[in-house]
């Protein structure tokens, strides 16, 4: 029985000891990547207490209050801490700090939340995510794949990627270059949210010749122009691009650096409107997808909150503003046709 007792105790300081030793370095690497790559100046007060304050709902035995300059932490309603608030709410180094403090004290003031301070970090990450813009957030990692089929009739491949994520533009070539004396191919974008800023890139530079496909700027004002590289693995055969309500992000970028470049034509109704650009960076299990800049399209238009409008409209009525759900072949047709008016 004391040996019994012994052991728990043991076990009981052991857990106490890796509880001290726990570094919320999921949380510091968000305060670094914020500070040094979100798109635009943050008040990190904000984030900082805002994310803290779902101490309590993590564990309802926590209650943080604050004032202009203090913060004060309260453990079954006792004040177990006071804390003197940064004076620079754009300091992401003196907030990160003050989380940590604050996080390592609540450790120290409840056994309960020694075994639980991986699932606490992640919970007061999320938190503070949920504060940035609409599209920056934390979550798993999504499945990317893309549909494709051969028209043999009409000699046309079709291809429908479900997101833009890395490798999918390599995809997109392999599977272009496994036909020989394609007529042209359709890119179905429509529901495609987005992905990776780079691999849009690379996709619309499969077809693009040494033209410019899209620039960017971010929170410094910095412009940065991407180049297409010189050859286009269609030489030149048309390309169909359709779109709806849902293309968005990076698939927006495709169908405008394609239509402004008078590469291919857009079928469907306007994209979603969001030009902005996420960086992608894994933290543990979870993706961090973190809003890094703004791309604007080879003539320099923003799509943010006004969207692409389509060359061909195929919405009810011919409207570029409401699907025709009825029929989800009709946009293909369209696009088959212009393809073979094109050898006619």
Excluded at 135 to 152: C, L, Q, T, Y
Excluded at 199 to 208: C, Q
Excluded at 307 to 316: A, D, E, K, N, S
Aim: charged fraction near 20%; aromatic fraction near 10%; include cysteine.
């Amino acid at each position: 029985m004391l040996r019994k007792f012994w052991c728990v105790l043991l076990g009981f300081y052991l857990s106490i000891s890796q509880a001290y030793a726990y570094e919320f370095t999921k949380i510091a690497e968000l305060f670094n990547k914020l500070q040094n790559k979100y798109a635009a100046n943050l008040d990190f007060e904000d984030i900082a207490l805002n994310g803290l304050k779902t101490l309590s709902q993590f564990d309802n035995s926590f209650k943080l209050y604050h004032s202009d300059s203090k913060a004060f932490l309260y453990h079954q309603n006792n004040l177990v801490a006071t804390y003197m608030l940064p004076k620079e709410k754009n300091n992401a180094a003196l907030w990160k700090d003050l989380t940590h403090k604050v996080l390592e004290t609540s450790l120290h003031s409840s056994p309960n939340l020694i075994t639980h301070s991986q699932s606490l970090e992640t919970h007061i990450l999320e938190a503070m995510v949920s504060r940035l813009d609409t599209f920056s957030r934390i979550g798993n990692i999504p499945s990317a794949h893309i549909v494709s089929k051969f028209d043999e009739e009409n000699n046309i491949v079709y291809l429908k990627p479900s997101l833009f994520f890395s490798g999918i533009s390599g995809d997109i070539q392999k599977i272009i270059s496994g036909y020989a004396n394609l007529n042209g191919i359709i890119l179905d974008l429509r529901g495609c949210k987005g992905g990776n800023f780079n691999e849009a890139l690379k996709t619309a530079d499969l077809f693009l010749d040494g033209t410019i496909i899209a620039y960017s700027s971010n929170s410094k004002k910095k412009q940065k122009y991407y180049n297409a590289t010189p050859g286009d693995i269609l030489l030149g055969k048309p390309i169909a691009v359709l779109t709806d309500s849902f293309t968005a992000s990076a698939a927006e970028l495709i169908a405008a650096a394609l239509s402004e470049q008078s590469r291919a034509i857009v079928i469907g109704t306007k994209t979603y409107g969001k030009n902005s650009i996420q960086d992608i960076y894994q933290i543990d299990d979870q993706i961090l997808f973190l809003t890094s800049g703004y791309f604007y399209t080879p003539s320099g238009k923003s799509l943010q909150n006004v969207g692409l409008m389509p060359q061909i409209c195929t919405g009810i009525d011919n409207s570029c503003l409401l699907p025709d759900t009825r029929d989800s072949l009709k946009d293909i047709r369209i696009a088959t046709k212009l393809i073979k008016r094109y050898f006619s």
